[in-house]
């Protein structure tokens, strides 16, 4: 059974920073796209940003270019966001996500849920 568990949310004032992980089990990602979405109260959820297997590519939405970094760690099944002056319009659930494709086309629709972690940044 394949399990996507998230860590590191919390409560954080604007301009701080976090840091959340994804651990995988159940299957291996090594050759698989990963990454973080995330859904505030009223909203869709969006792509926040994605990695492909090498970790060479990665995709990250307007909002959060040049404040979060994705990385990924094959050897340990695992993908982080780190997080940089964060925003109140930051304030969402954040869902770890993975695909069975190393690659993906248009809209990334992923194979695989986390449960979600809560970022909330007080102004």
């Known amino acids: 059974q394949v399990q996507l568990e998230e860590s590191g949310g919390g409560l954080v004032q604007a301009g701080g920073s976090l840091r959340l992980s994804c651990v995988a089990s159940?299957?291996?990602?090594?050759?698989?796209?990963m990454g973080w979405f995330r859904q505030a109260p009223g909203k869709e959820r969006e792509v926040v940003s994605t990695?492909?297997?090498?970790?060479?590519?990665?995709y990250y939405v307007d909002s959060v270019k040049g404040r979060f970094t994705i990385s990924r760690d094959n050897t340990k099944n695992t993908v982080s966001l780190q997080m940089s002056s964060l925003k109140p319009e930051d304030t969402a659930v954040y869902l770890c996500?993975?695909?069975?494709?190393?690659?993906?086309?248009?809209?990334?629709?992923?194979?695989?849920w986390g449960q979600g972690t809560q970022v909330t940044v007080s102004s």
């Open positions: 159940g299957r291996t990602f090594s050759r698989s796209v």
């Open positions: 996500a993975a695909s069975n494709s190393e690659n993906y086309y248009g809209p990334w629709v992923p194979d695989y």
């Open positions: 990695i492909r297997s090498s970790g060479s590519s990665t």
